[in-house]
């Protein structure tokens, strides 16, 4: 009996040593694999799209929103479906890698939505062609001080707000555009820029709101060439592309090593398709500023 006793003891001893080896190689952890839906982020820009994802639990929100959640520790999620550079502004604002490597999706051009007879004018004044600078400089204008028609009333242009994945992306392609390059630092944002910027930014805009009370309400918005293209309808709507060119690249990154790798992918690339968004040249620079410029301009930091 007492030997029998003694090999029951040993027996324990060892399972014991395997199941305490086994926590060590788990990084002392004796947690198990989590189970159920992958938690994923979306911008509220593209919820239609990201509604075709199954088998995940999908909360929609402003970039902001998630920004501040990742950075603070309290988002709770596995992944992000975002516009770059976002995940690097988190991780900038964070001061810690708290979002991964990005997966690009798909991509779009930046473009200024303009009503067509008001660019002819305002091109005319712009030197030929419009870009950011220009459109800037004339907001708050009389059209009738630029040649456009006294009905025409001020010149009246805006963004979405900076809170937004495309807004922010946006306020960096205007700003390069007063710029006129993609490498300036935030010590380039003087008095002068920082007047021009305000009245860029005075109004916030979407390109539903354009067409929605088109024409009167805005005579040019920033926006998304896959916006323009399948919202403008029979509009006579100017699609301008200012210089520095820049696109908005979509992205699914995951958030503190979350799991994000059922999530499929190539659905939520044909959802975006679907409604002008492109699955080529995803690898291709953005064309924006970096992702430190684009922090400060988003007032979370």
């Known amino acids: 009996m007492k030997r029998f006793l003694a090999i029951a003891g040993a027996v324990a001893m060892v399972c014991l040593a395997i199941v305490i080896r086994a926590g060590i190689d788990r990084g002392g952890s004796n947690t198990t694999t989590p189970s159920g839906p992958v938690k994923i982020a979306c911008i509220t820009e593209l919820e239609a799209q990201c509604r075709a994802l199954s088998s995940v639990s999908l ?46 999706i798909a991509r779009t051009e930046l473009v200024i939505a303009m009503v067509k007879e008001r660019a002819d004018v305002l091109a005319a004044k712009c030197g030929g062609s419009i870009g950011w600078r220009c459109l800037g ?12 028609m006294p009905e ?85 709507v100017a699609t301008i592309t200012p210089a520095p060119a820049a696109s908005a690249v979509i ?8 799991r994000i790798g059922s999530v499929a992918k190539d659905v939520l690339a044909r959802a975006l398709n679907s409604v002008g968004w492109s699955t080529d040249n995803l690898s291709a620079p953005s064309g924006l500023p970096n992702a430190g410029v684009l922090l400060a301009l988003s007032g979370l930091k």
């Open 59 to 104: 909360r929609v929100e402003d970039a902001a929103v998630t920004a501040k959640a990742i950075a603070t520790g309290t988002a709770d999620i596995d992944g992000w479906i975002t516009i770059e550079p976002w995940p690097a502004i988190v991780n900038q604002l964070a001061q810690t890698k708290q979002v991964g490597a990005s997966t690009p």
């Open 137 to 148: 400089d004339a907001i708050g204008k009389q059209w009738t001080e630029l040649g456009g």
């Open 152 to 236: 025409w009333g001020a010149v009246k242009a805006g963004l979405p707000p900076a809170s937004t994945a495309s807004g922010l992306v946006l306020l960096g392609n205007a700003a390069s555009g007063y710029f006129g390059r993609t490498d300036f630092a935030t010590n380039d944002f003087d008095g002068d820029f920082g007047i021009w910027r305000s009245k860029v930014t005075a109004t916030a805009a979407s390109f539903d709101d354009f067409i929605l009370k088109f024409p009167a309400a805005f005579s040019a918005v920033g926006a998304t060439r896959a916006v323009v293209t399948t919202s403008s309808g029979t509009r006579a």
């Open 251 to 258: 992205v699914l990154a995951p958030v503190n090593g979350g």
